[in-house]
C-alpha cells in the first residue's frame, strides 16, 4: 500500500505483518480504517509494535480500550483532552458537503458512508447543519459521530437531539470512540471482503 499513490486500490495488509512493517505504511493502514489524525498514529504505532493480532477486529477493539482508557483519566487534563478531542473530532461533519473541511479532504470511505445524507429534502438537509451546529456548540472540541450503517437522515438526526439534549460530554467521548470503531470494523470487513474478490 503506497500512500503517494492515491488511485491505487487501497487494501489491508496481513493482519500478522503489521509490527514489522515500516511506519509510513501502518500510518496509511491506519487512515483506511479511522480518520487521519496524528494523535491516533501516536497512540497506536507503540500497540502494533509491540502486541500481535489474530484479526483487525482484535487491533480495533484494543484501541477502543486504550480510548475509553484516556477519556476515563482526561477529565482535568486539558492537554490530553484536547488531544482525544482531535481523534474524536477527526470525522466529517454528517452530511456535510463534500469540500474540504479543515484543511482535510474526506476519505473516500467517509464518502461512501455518508452517501444517503446528502442531497434530498432541503429541509432536513438544513435540519441536519442545524443540529451538527448545535452538537458542535453542546460539546466543544468534538464531532457527532455515529455508524451511520445504512440509516437514513431522519434516524440520523433522532439521535443527534437525544444526544444533545442529554448534554453529558462524558458519555458523548464514549460514543463517540464507540461509533469510531464501529466504522473501523466495517471499514476493515469491507476492505477485507474487496480483496478475498480481487484474487
Partial sequence: MSPLNPTATPFLPAISSLPTLPDTTLTSTLDLLFEPTSELHSLALPTIRTCSFASYDELIDTLRGQLLTIASQVQDDSEGKKKLHHVLGSHPRLGAPKVKQEDEELSEQSKN???????????EARRLAELNEEYEKAFPGLRYVVFVNGRGRGVIM???????????????????????????????????KSAEEAV
Avoid at 442529554?166 to 470487513?189: S, T, V
Fill in 113 to 123: 458512508e455518508q452517501k444517503q445524507l446528502r442531497g434530498g429534502d432541503e429541509n
Fill in 158 to 192: 433522532e439521535d443527534m437531539e437525544r444526544r444533545i439534549k442529554r448534554g453529558d460530554i462524558r458519555e458523548e467521548e464514549k460514543e463517540g470512540i464507540q461509533a469510531m470503531c464501529d466504522i473501523a470494523k466495517d471499514r476493515a470487513r469491507k476492505l477485507l
